[in-house]
């Protein structure tokens, strides 16, 4: 990348080396060059526009050096190389432009000063130019994902790209909703963010933050939603502001034709997760990072959770889809009213996925802090109105959040297989919870599973259709109550002898003696493969 030349990067040029050149004051020699402007006018005040490097053979300097050199401090010239092959600078030379900051060099041979001009220039005017096609090429990147309605990932992932620097997108909470990483990690980046941020915003400067953060909100004046931010130091100032205010235009136009702050919050969460389970993210260092940022406290240990509910027959997709969302924010604020902290995820129809940092998590009240949230997230679903018959389903919690986030899978099987078997309450499900039930639910459609339930039951089924009886019914009871026809008859309201005879004629259906264990066991599991076969129905991934 072309960058602007100084006034040191011109007396390093060969062809101002070859005069042996003499820097007399070393201030502002890193000062930038706007123009070269040859002359040996006495006064350049009318002239001179700022910024330039003036060259001169000296005679006025020679005649009159403070005035000479005032008149060039005032004009805001850059510096003045004179040439001086056969004379000595006036000590008084030296005085006044150290007292106006003004880089002074003198040259013991003498050069071409076009040779000079030109050189420099070329590169101030490569430099330019390089400038407008970078503005160029920012406008056709940020229109493009304007037009294409981009993501706001994809939107700060391209303000980073154009800089080669990371860039975050914040929200007002100081919350990173978004990380452009530009390749680098981000993990040194995010390292205690929001902390960070807020004193930045306070105005207070950290030895960390001493390079200066270069800030741009996001929104119009007086609904400003969220701030851009490059946290490490600008190779030029201009190009990144120009950047970031771009890229805060695309965000707001985007914000505009989607949904609202809090959405962004959550896009953020579940892309979050997404990039994990899809494996686009794998550094344990940046997912953790990342997740603090977006507002997961940092508790040593995270639970992986599904909450599954239902919500009808509904074939509208934006009917669905509102549905969906209203889930989610129930179940978001269930956790964060509880005390909690979370990232959530939309994972299928009536299913939200997340990630819990439970408040007290290496206390032995794991299970009530989960039980009062399962509790929480039914009353509240319930009492919404739009949804029904919530169930919390969770798998074991771990330390690393990178094996967490895929454990949400497991713990959407658990609520699956709780949802869809009749009779199970509970405030939340663990997998040990199913037991027999789980592996039954999992394996449901399996055809040899359901082949095995038919051969078992046919002939009962079969006979309850052509007798209109209720066998099956009488075999649940029978097998749920263990056995015991003392309890069977007081469940059924029946006499003992009634029950013996509904129970032989039950055999001779079956074929198989209700007194044999292993009969009992193997007509138990037929029940429960046809109860999950016509009442458990998985929801469709995305």
């Not at 401090?73 to 006036?90: F, I, N, S």
């Not at 919350?175 to 930045?200: E, T, Y």
Request: proline share 4%.
């Amino acid at each position: 990348m072309s960058v602007i030349p100084t006034v040191g990067d011109v007396i390093g040029l060969s062809v101002v080396q070859a005069g042996r050149p003499t820097v007399i004051n070393e201030q502002g020699l890193d000062g930038p060059v706007r123009w070269v402007h040859v002359s040996d006018v006495a006064d350049l005040t009318d002239l001179l526009q700022g910024g330039e490097l003036v060259l001169t053979t000296g005679r006025e300097l020679l005649r009159s050096p403070r005035d000479y050199l005032h008149g060039l401090a005032r004009a805001r010239a850059a510096g003045v190389v004179v040439e001086l092959t056969d004379q000595a600078l006036p000590e008084e030379a030296a005085r006044v432009a150290h007292e106006e900051g003004l880089p002074l060099v003198v040259l013991q041979r003498v050069i071409r000063f076009v040779e000079v001009t030109e050189e420099v220039h070329r590169m101030i005017v490569a430099n330019q130019y390089e400038q407008v096609d970078f503005a160029r090429r920012a406008h056709e990147v940020f229109t493009e994902l304007t037009m294409t309605r981009a993501s706001i990932d994809d939107i700060v992932q391209a303000a980073a790209g154009l800089l080669g620097e990371p860039i975050v997108l914040e929200d007002l909470g100081h919350r990173a909703l978004s990380i452009g990483d530009a390749g680098k990690s981000v993990a040194p980046l995010l390292n205690d963010w929001g902390r960070r941020s807020r004193m930045h915003a306070a105005g207070r400067r950290e030895k960390e933050l001493e390079g200066g953060w270069i800030v741009t909100p996001v929104g119009p004046m007086n609904e400003v939603w969220a701030r851009l931010i490059a946290p490490t130091p600008p190779a030029d100032l201009d190009r990144t502001s120009m950047v970031l205010e771009r890229a805060a235009q695309a965000l707001a136009m985007h914000r505009m034709a989607e949904k609202g702050r809090a959405d962004v919050e959550h896009r953020a969460q579940a892309g979050l997760i997404d990039d994990v389970l899809r494996g686009r993210a794998t550094n344990g260092q940046d997912v953790f990072a990342r997740a603090l940022a977006l507002g997961l406290d940092d508790s040593g240990e995270y639970v992986p959770a599904t909450v599954r509910a239902d919500y009808g027959v509904v074939d509208n997709d934006q009917m669905i889809e509102r549905l969906n969302t209203r889930l989610r924010d129930l179940v978001t604020h269930a956790v964060r009213g509880s005390g909690h902290t979370g990232l959530f995820s939309i994972r299928a129809r009536g299913e939200v996925g997340m990630i819990i940092a439970l408040r007290t998590p290496r206390d032995g009240d794991r299970h009530a802090l989960l039980d009062a949230l399962g509790q929480r997230i039914a009353r509240d679903v319930k009492h919404d109105g739009h949804l029904a018959d919530p169930v919390l389903g969770v798998a074991e919690p771990v330390k690393d959040l990178v094996v967490c986030i895929k454990s949400i899978d497991r713990s959407a099987h658990v609520a699956d297989v709780a949802h869809s078997t009749p009779g199970l309450r509970a405030p939340y499900f663990r997998a040990s919870d199913l037991r027999l039930r789980g592996l039954i639910a999992s394996l449901r459609d399996d055809r040899r599973l359901q082949s095995f339930a038919e051969s078992e039951l046919q002939a009962l089924m079969l006979d309850d259709i052509e007798k209109g009886d209720s066998g099956i019914d009488l075999l649940r009871a029978f097998l749920e109550t263990g056995a015991n026809k003392s309890v069977l008859a007081k469940r059924l309201h029946m006499s003992r002898p009634a029950l013996y005879a509904r129970l032989n004629e039950l055999e001779r259906t079956l074929g198989v003696s209700l007194l044999d264990s292993e009969s009992r066991t193997s007509l138990h599991v037929a029940m429960l493969i046809l109860d999950a076969s016509s009442t458990g129905q998985s929801p469709r991934r995305r």
